[in-house]
């Protein structure tokens, strides 16, 4: 054969023969509907995209559509024997997560949404792959929740918090010390847990890391609660110990030094540090390896209640139709509610 029909007939087999042809149509609707969810939260993903690259709190969330794109790897084989289909009660989820979109938007919460915005598009998913083929993905979907940057609102308690581990091992190391509020008076100056000190940023990312370390290497629940409640934990006296070591190292070595010091070994370092030890401690727990996480084919058919779902099927093309309808829709509620809100009269 020549070179020539080498490269032609490879280019044929990347473009269509990987992808069964049951699954084509499909996909081809549903980067439809994430395109017209895209273009209608356009401002909610600018958002998020600016946190995720430029705030070090998110950061780790650049790593979660590595990490959805991984768990739908591990369920090829499965995937490659299903056939996806449409299913009217999605679109409910799609209204309730544009609803919520929408509601964010009239009241300035942008909690509320970039958590709509995310969820829609969950939703649209599965709405256009159907329930069946949700569960076999039931992961990854959950999973894509954690697009969402979140622990602004957490920020405040865990100052107080690391400000009280931080006192308690100053004084128990022997250093006179002075604790209000987040401030901490020692002999070689004044310390303040401060926003960036709080340990947020390694709490949420250690969350959604024990997320995917719970339902990939875990089948227990016991087991997953013991580690979600030790990746809760462990990163919060993690931070205080860090804290106090700061303000231990700066009685002999100066302030200056303490600072750079907390300021290099406060990055990924300090978190890959706590990970190691988390791991360590849960590795010889582990029950199982990533590729048997989820439901299989087999276990899905053995649950009627997936068949019974399955009555509200409908042709992919209506799917698409409904989620641009209700995006639509939520577009012009979008825009009209604070107009309604600043012009009606109270009382």
Avoid at 92 to 108: E, I, K
Avoid at 139 to 146: D, G, I, K, T, Y
């Amino acid at each position: 054969m020549q070179p020539e029909k080498l490269t032609q007939d490879w280019r044929q087999q990347s473009l269509g023969d990987h992808v069964p042809s049951v699954w084509r149509h499909p996909l081809v609707i549903l980067a439809l509907a994430v395109t017209a969810l895209v273009v209608l939260a356009a401002r909610e993903w600018g958002e998020m995209l600016h946190q995720w690259w430029n705030i070090d709190t998110y950061n780790h969330i650049l790593l979660v559509p590595v990490i959805v794109g991984w768990l739908v790897w591990l369920r090829r084989d499965e995937l490659a024997i299903a056939a996806p289909k449409g299913w009217v009660p999605g679109l409910g989820l799609v209204a309730a997560s544009l609803a919520l979109w929408a509601l964010g938007r009239a009241t300035g919460i942008n909690l509320f949404a970039q958590a709509g915005a995310v969820g829609a598009m969950i939703a649209a998913a599965i709405a256009i792959i159907g329930p069946r083929i949700s569960m076999l993905l039931v992961l990854p979907l959950a999973m894509m929740a954690f697009l969402v940057p979140f622990g602004d609102e957490i920020i405040p308690p865990l100052q107080m918090i690391t400000a009280e581990i931080a006192i308690w091992l100053t004084l128990a190391s022997g250093v006179p010390a002075e604790i209000d509020g987040i401030y901490i008076n020692t002999p070689a100056g004044l310390f303040i847990v401060a926003e960036a000190c709080s340990g947020v940023k390694f709490l949420v990312a250690m969350v959604t890391l024990a997320v995917l370390i719970c339902f990939t290497q875990f089948t227990s629940w016991s087991r997953r609660a013991a580690f979600m409640l030790a990746a809760i934990i462990v990163p919060i006296l993690a931070n205080g110990v860090r804290a106090w070591g700061t303000i231990y190292i700066a009685q002999s070595q100066g302030v200056e030094f303490a600072e750079g010091f907390d300021h290099i070994f406060y990055g990924w370092i300090f978190f890959a540090i706590v990970l190691v030890i988390m791991l360590a401690g849960a590795w010889r727990f582990f029950e199982r390896e990533p590729e048997g996480a989820g439901f299989t084919s087999e276990e899905l058919s053995a649950m009627p209640w997936i068949g019974q779902l399955e009555r509200f099927n409908s042709s992919h093309t209506a799917i698409l139709i409904g989620i641009i309808v209700l995006a639509a829709l939520s577009g012009i509620v979008a825009a009209l509610i604070p107009a309604v809100a600043i012009t009606t009269p109270i009382g």
